[in-house]
């Protein structure tokens, strides 16, 4: 296994990350020192929430969506996050601005636990603080030729599971069922895993979405076994309104093995294209239906942040 990230989280590190401001529960604390309690529900238990962010000419893309989700995460697993939408925002741009953040190249991980346990106990009822909120914002862009470079992924055999096992919509900390399906496609020599649902259809990759592209038309799974990606939505709205025929639907590896082109989406590294799947080859270069749809995707970014307005 290698020892850094590959795929669509390929990215350069960055020295100014050494120095970074981090916000925990408000405070900003150099990189070093900002640390949670081992007492805290996220490193005891994985309870909390999270939303991965990107910032582009200042502004954090899509933030109204992500904090729908959050938010609804937080109900759903009856969670308090202890301040409204609006005063997390301010918090999130305090540090950009603390980090002297304003343009481009900025990825910002925005985690909630349930807060600190007397015990370490899963039951809820004995946190004793606040909700726990940390702002990781980082120095992280994709690497260029993540646009182009052809992914290689494997199917793995850690499924997606039932919504009444752990609810795959949750974007909650507890991650061991996409780490396990990383872990074997790693050790395949694959970029990513390739996950199927529990009735043998494709459901999603571990950390982004799958889609493919058939007769131009455009397929991505039913979302049934999936987190509710906000990328994933961007691409098939852009893709329609652009008349191109976009189907949320079961399909399955045989499909997937004769498609025309595929590709995932990730707020990261946005649109990437796929070239391999368990060996059988896809495409060897970027698909006409791949780079249209990255470019529908940048525009959509940018209409966003320029009507975005900062706190």
């Known amino acids: 296994m290698t020892d850094h990230a590959t795929g669509t989280h390929v990215f350069t590190p960055d020295p100014r990350n050494d120095a970074v401001l981090i916000d925990v529960d408000g405070a900003l604390l150099p990189r070093p020192q900002a640390m949670v309690s081992v007492f805290d529900s996220g490193f005891m238990l994985g309870d909390g929430v999270w939303e991965g962010l990107r910032v582009h000419r200042g502004r954090i893309a899509f933030l109204d969506r992500h ?34 953040m304003d343009g481009e190249g900025v990825h910002i991980r925005l985690m909630v636990t349930r807060g600190v346990r007397s015990t370490p106990y899963q039951d809820p009822r004995v946190v004793i603080s606040p ?27 850690v499924r997606r599971g039932y919504p009444d096992v752990q609810d795959p919509k949750l974007n909650s900390h ?56 906000i990328t994933r939505r961007i691409v098939i709205e852009v893709a329609r309104e652009a008349g191109i025929p976009v189907f949320e639907r079961n399909f399955s590896l045989s499909d997937v093995y004769g498609a025309d082109e595929a590709f995932t989406t990730g707020t990261f590294a946005g649109v990437a294209p796929v070239g391999v799947v368990d060996g059988r080859v896809l495409g060897t270069e970027r698909g006409a239906m791949v780079a249209r749809l990255q470019a529908l995707y940048r525009a959509r970014i940018e209409a966003d942040v320029a009507s975005a307005v900062r706190p």
Request: glycine fraction near 6%; proline fraction near 3%.
């Open 174 to 229: 507890s991650k061991l069922n996409c780490i396990t399906a990383c872990i074997q496609a790693a050790q395949a020599g694959a970029d990513e895993a390739l996950m199927l649902d529990p009735h043998g259809f494709v459901a999603t990759c571990n950390s982004t979405h799958f889609f493919i592209v058939r007769g131009g038309e455009v397929w991505t799974s039913s979302g049934d076994y999936c987190l509710d990606g």
């Open 131 to 157: 909700a726990t909120i940390v702002i990781i914002p980082e120095w992280k862009t994709p690497a260029p030729e993540t646009a182009t470079r052809m992914l290689n992924l494997f199917t793995v055999h």
């Open 67 to 100: 904090l729908d989700r959050l938010y609804a995460g937080a109900k759903a697993i009856l969670m308090d996050i202890g301040i409204d939408r609006a005063a997390l925002t301010r918090r999130l741009y305090a540090a950009l601005d603390a980090n002297a």
